[in-house]
C-alpha cells in the first residue's frame, strides 16, 4: 500500500471468512487491511465499490458489480473467457493467457470444471506484472482524488 491513506479491504462470502481473516493476518498490516468476509450485503459491497479506486478478482459477481458502478478492476480469467465475460472499458486490466485449453468451463458443461493440469491457466499470470498495473491504476486513482479534493 503505497498511499498511506489507503486501505485494502479483502471480501468474500461467509464460509471464506476464515480464509480470508488468515490472509488479513498475514499481511501484517492490521492497522489498514481489514476483512469484509460474509459482512458485506450486495448493497453494501456496491457502496464499497463507489468508495474504492480499485478491485483485483476473479471472473465473479463482484467483478460484474464493480464494472456496474464505475469501479477499475483488475481480473484474472482462464477456466472463462474474457471474451465474452470480461469488463469493457480503458479502466479495467484483464489477464488471460489463453493456453489451448483455455475456456475449460462453459454452459455446454454445466460451468464445471475438472483441471487436470492443475489451472495452468491462471498460474501463468505473471505476479509482478499483476503488481505493476495495480500500482499504476491506484497511482492514477490516487491522482484523480487529489485533484477532486483539492478543487
Not at 491513506?5 to 498490516?29: C, F, K, P, Q
Not at 457502496?47 to 463482484?62: K, Q, V, W, Y
Not at 478492476?73 to 473467457?81: A, H, L, R, V
Not at 480503458?90 to 475438472?114: D, E
Amino acid at each position: 500500500l503505497a498511499h498511506s491513506s489507503m486501505w485494502l479491504v479483502l471480501i468474500g462470502g461467509g464460509a471464506d471468512r476464515a480464509a480470508v481473516e488468515a490472509v488479513a493476518e498475514e499481511l501484517r498490516m492490521p492497522d489498514r487491511v481489514v476483512s469484509g468476509a460474509g459482512r458485506l450485503s450486495i448493497g453494501g459491497l456496491a457502496a464499497l465499490f463507489t468508495r474504492s479506486c480499485l478491485l483485483i478478482t476473479n471472473d465473479s459477481g463482484p467483478l460484474h458489480l464493480a464494472e456496474a458502478v464505475g469501479l477499475s478492476t483488475i481480473s484474472f480469467f482462464g477456466p472463462e473467457t474474457p471474451r465474452f465475460y470480461g469488463p469493457w472499458g480503458s479502466q479495467h486490466r484483464v489477464f488471460y493467457t489463453g493456453i489451448p485449453c483455455s475456456p475449460c468451463m462453459s454452459a455446454l458443461n454445466a460451468k464445471t470444471v475438472t483441471c487436470s493440469i492443475g489451472f495452468q491457466c491462471l498460474r501463468e499470470i505473471e505476479v509482478d506484472e499483476v503488481v505493476r498495473a495495480a500500482e499504476a491504476m491506484v497511482a492514477g486513482a490516487a491522482r484523480t482524488l487529489h485533484v477532486e479534493t483539492t478543487v
